[in-house]
């Protein structure tokens, strides 16, 4: 049984950081790829972040290029997103997830190949 537990977040200003941890514990093996999912009320959980659990295949969606980075210890009991220059459209609860995808990267893994979820972590960005 894997848990995921989320940390980090946090209420910061506009152009602020936030590194969120996620630590893993139980067997990952069965999942190989990990991602970062956020979501607010009323919309659909947003993939923000993929890798493979193996290292590698880092992927991001349009929102977190070149703002974000997914990264994860070298003992795979932690996952990690660096989030910098916040902007109030990153507020949001932030979510790690793991999961098997056969074919197509993680990245374009649907979101039910997530099978395990932390309970989240919220993220809010003030101007």
């Known amino acids: 049984q894997v848990q995921l537990v989320e940390s980090g977040g946090d209420s910061v200003q506009v152009g602020g950081s936030l590194r969120l941890s996620c630590a893993i514990s139980?067997?990952?093996?069965?999942?190989?790829?990990m991602a970062w999912f956020r979501q607010v009320p009323g919309k659909e959980r947003e993939k923000v972040a993929s890798?493979?659990?193996?290292?590698?295949?880092?992927s991001y969606g349009d929102s977190a290029k070149g703002r974000f980075t997914i990264s994860q210890d070298n003992g795979k009991s932690a996952l990690y997103l660096q989030m910098r220059s916040l902007k109030p459209e990153d507020t949001a609860m932030y979510y790690c997830?793991?999961?098997?995808?056969?074919?197509?990267?993680?990245?374009?893994?649907?979101?039910?190949?997530?099978?395990?979820w932390g309970q989240g972590t919220q993220v809010t960005v003030s101007s």
């Open positions: 997830a793991a999961g098997y995808a056969q074919g197509g990267g993680c990245w374009f893994a649907p979101i039910w190949k997530y099978t395990y």
């Open positions: 139980g067997s990952i093996y069965s999942s190989n790829c």
């Open positions: 890798m493979y659990t193996s290292g590698g295949g880092e």
